[in-house]
């Protein structure tokens, strides 16, 4: 079995934009506590094996981008 750290990075405003939950505007109405980012911090991983900027890719892409990364990791196996 291998393990792969994949790091979904993304800005604060498009992980704002994109909550369907509202728990980051309920955050700074001060509804909710220990939101990463807002009121908690947030740590990116020091080391993952695979970055992705989806507020730079769209799904599609992102999807893309780990498939192959995947499929060359097994390839190796």
Not at 7 to 27: F, H, M, N
Request: hydrophobic share 40%; proline share 6%; charged share 25%.
């Amino acid at each position: 079995m291998t393990f792969m750290e994949v790091y979904l990075d993304a800005s604060l405003e498009v992980c704002e934009q994109r909550d369907p939950k509202g728990l980051y505007r309920r955050t700074r109405e001060g509804l909710v506590d220990n939101m990463s980012g807002i009121d908690n911090p947030y740590e990116p991983p020091l080391a993952p094996d695979l970055v992705l900027a989806t507020d730079e890719m769209d799904i599609a892409q992102s999807v893309a981008v780990l498939r192959d990364v995947v499929l060359a990791k097994l390839s190796t196996l």
